[in-house]
């Protein structure tokens, strides 16, 4: 990120490196936490300029515990590439700002429960009346209508909701949370998809729309193999995807090894790398469903025969041969052959945390990759250089004297 002024004065800081598909389109990020931030980065990363709006208490994933002293993890890892505002919606002033903002703006976000925009003056058909080409992209956690609206709705409560949990905890077992907030991550996927459709089809019809997306659905989508209910079917079937027995991790010599081995060829292939040539070749045990069934004679062979070397040795011996993964921890990931072949992970600049790296850019694009990302901004870093920026735009578009 760079400065850039055309007559010598301090002005908004702008993207450096090749043009990516969203290039510029400007992004207001009224939103917090997880879903809806990160969809503004995913956002971000192919170009489009986007300013995070906060209130003057800051979002409040800044306030998250975390090992850094000068800012949390969590809000530096889904917040990248964004300007920083801060906004008392409450204020007239602020509020007078925020609509210069959206005249000019193709995009707002915001996480509110379905109640709240009306209150602060912000919701869809108060916006649209000042620019129809607004794309207006609502998170919420269980949609805009039913007996649920008005609940607050976190990516943990959404699992243990819809039935995650059950299904990730042992059998006969207490339900299990999935970590890493996958219910939120897949929502700010959805965000971001969303607002690239919405503003596809403005270019046909010249207006924007309201896009909705809940943490309900985040989670539904996610499970879309085990919603199916055939007619006829009991309420307690096996809804699971997991295919039993050989798929799945498995000790070795030293370290985890995750193998899936569904396929015949992979069978075969897994059962000759470790000394098992005859297994595979056992029509007994010639397909998934009845592998599973074997799986208590199955598993105790395998596990004697991973025994004989390490998790990354294994990893090496299949190679192609068989789909498998050592258990690795997330800090091996930052040096991995393969993420540093993709170029994952740049290195960034912060004002107050200093030199770090993370991660960088969802998606290729081969002829438009996207600018080059930037770090987080601090509460509030830019305010005051977007205020002149969007006074100077606000003069510019008032009608002159007859």
């Known amino acids: 990120m760079r400065s850039k002024s055309d007559d010598g004065e301090n002005t908004l800081p702008v993207r450096s490196g090749p043009a990516g598909p969203l290039s510029g389109l400007r992004v207001l990020d009224l939103s917090a936490y997880i879903a809806g931030p990160y969809g503004c980065s995913l956002l971000a990363d192919q170009g489009a300029d986007v300013i995070k709006i906060e209130p003057p208490v800051g979002d409040n994933l800044r306030k998250y515990p975390s090992t850094l002293e000068a800012e949390s993890r969590a809000f530096i890892g889904v917040n990248r590439s964004k300007l920083g505002m801060v906004l008392d919606l409450k204020q007239p002033g602020d509020h007078a700002t925020l609509m210069e903002l959206v005249r000019t703006a193709d995009v707002l976000v915001h996480n509110f429960r379905p109640s709240v925009p009306a209150r602060l003056g912000i919701a ?17 956690g269980y949609g805009d209508e039913g007996p649920l609206k008005d609940k607050a709705g976190y990516d943990q409560v959404l699992q243990t909701m819809t039935g995650m949990c059950a299904l ?16 939120d991550y897949y929502a700010s996927a959805l965000v971001a998809s969303g607002v690239a459709s919405a503003l596809y089809e403005r270019e046909r019809s010249g207006r924007g729309q309201h896009v909705g997306v809940s943490l309900l659905r985040a989670a539904l989508t996610m499970q879309s193999a085990r919603l199916v209910w055939a007619e006829g079917e009991p309420r307690a079937v096996g809804r699971d995807m997991r295919s039993g027995g050989i798929t799945g991790i498995h000790p070795t010599k030293e370290g985890y090894l995750y193998i899936s081995a569904n396929t015949p060829h992979f ?9 098992l040539p005859e297994v595979g070749a056992d029509a007994r045990y010639d397909t998934v469903r009845k592998r599973a069934e074997h799986h208590a004679t199955l598993v105790p062979m395998l596990h004697q025969a991973l025994a004989a070397q390490t998790a990354l ?5 299949f190679g192609d041969g068989v789909p498998c993964a050592a258990a690795r921890t997330v800090e091996d990931m930052f040096d991995h052959p393969q993420v540093v072949a ?9 004002p107050a945390l200093g030199s770090y790296r993370g991660f960088t850019r969802a998606i290729k694009f081969d002829r438009t990759p996207g600018p080059d990302p930037f770090a987080a901004p601090m509460l509030g870093q830019h305010t005051e250089l977007l205020r002149a920026a969007t006074a100077v735009q606000a003069s510019k578009e008032e009608p002159g004297p007859c």
């Open 313 to 317: 040795e294994w990893e090496a011996l």
């Open 267 to 275: 069978w075969t292939a897994l059962c000759d790398k470790v000394g």
């Open 168 to 183: 990730q905890g042992k059998a006969g077992g207490a339900p299990e949370i999935l970590y890493g907030s996958v219910v």
């Open 124 to 140: 869809f058909e108060q916006l649209t009346e000042i620019n129809p080409r607004l794309v207006y992209c609502s998170v919420t």
């Open 342 to 350: 993709e170029d994952m992970v740049a290195t960034f600049e912060h």
